[in-house]
Structures are given as structure tokens and as C-alpha cells.
């Protein structure tokens, strides 16, 4: 997770089934962008807080809070959560990105978090970058068009 409340832009590369989330206050032009790997913390001492979407999206709303964001002003933006690879009979455990996708919706509305755009789900990896000075989140992924949330 990184956070910046003077305008860098904040990037991150090769969400397959990671997802990428871009969380914003306006108001401060606080923003922070996680990369997650996966849905829950099952981690004995939850060490690594941020690998996870529940852990990792709730502390960064935390450090978030303790800068000057108010929770009911922070927006989201997705992206990721893709299936890499395909496993024969597994459903969705085998299907990881899909279970980080539905674990960060989960978190988000848990949290009171309004889901402004997402690019999620598919078979390609992407490279999310956030702007806070637009609040703009670009995705690139390869023989793709750029997106712009």
C-alpha cells in the first residue's frame, strides 16, 4: 500500500488475480492505492496486513482516517481480480481472482466505501496508475486499449 496527499501518481503492476484498489478523499486529495493477493487474512498473527483484502482495506481506511480522511467522503476505484490460469473442475476456488473480487465488494460496502468504477474479472493482467490530482485511475494491459475509471 502507498498513500499521497501531494498529488504523485500512485502505480502499481501485474494485477493477474491481485486486485488494485484506488481509495480517495477529495475533499484532503488524499488518496491511497493497495495491492492485494488475496481475499481473507488466515495468517496466524496477521502479519502481513496488506497482502490480504479485508485486512488490507480496512487499515488502509484506518491510516487513511488518521491523515484527515472522513470515511463517508472516500471513494473506490478496481481493478484486477483476473483468471491467469484455467484449472480443471476447481469452480471458484480455483478461481482466485474472482474470489478477491467479490471479497474487496464485500469489504467496501462493509466499510461504507461507495465503488465508483471497477475493471475486473477477464483473462489479462493489468497496470492500474491513479492520478489524485484528477482522481483518475488508468488501466494498461497488453494488445488493450487503456481505460480510463
Do not use: W
Not at 492485494?36 to 484506518?62: C, F, Q, S, V
Not at 475493471?119 to 486499449?145: E, N
Request: proline share 3%; hydrophobic share 40%; with cysteine.
Amino acid at each position: 500500500m502507498k498513500m499521497t496527499q501531494t498529488g504523485n501518481e500512485l502505480i502499481t503492476y501485474a494485477l493477474g488475480s491481485c486486485c488494485g484498489i484506488c481509495l480517495f478523499d477529495p475533499n484532503v486529495r488524499l488518496a491511497a492505492l493497495i495491492h492485494i493477493m488475496l481475499p481473507l487474512n488466515m495468517e496466524a498473527g496477521r502479519k502481513n496486513t496488506m497482502k490480504y483484502a479485508d485486512t488490507g482495506i480496512r487499515e488502509t481506511l484506518k491510516q487513511m482516517e488518521a491523515k484527515g480522511g472522513r470515511r463517508a467522503r472516500i471513494v473506490a476505484k478496481v481493478a484486477g481480480g483476473a483468471k491467469m490460469f484455467a484449472v480443471a473442475g476447481s469452480g471458484s476456488l480455483g478461481n482466485i481472482g474472482q474470489r478477491n473480487i467479490e471479497s474487496v465488494h464485500k469489504v467496501l460496502r462493509a466499510e461504507g466505501i461507495r465503488l465508483l468504477a471497477e475493471d475486473v474479472g477477464g483473462s489479462v493482467a493489468r497496470t492500474l496508475s491513479f492520478d489524485p490530482a484528477t482522481g483518475k485511475a488508468t488501466i494498461k494491459s497488453y494488445g488493450k486499449p487503456d481505460i480510463v475509471l
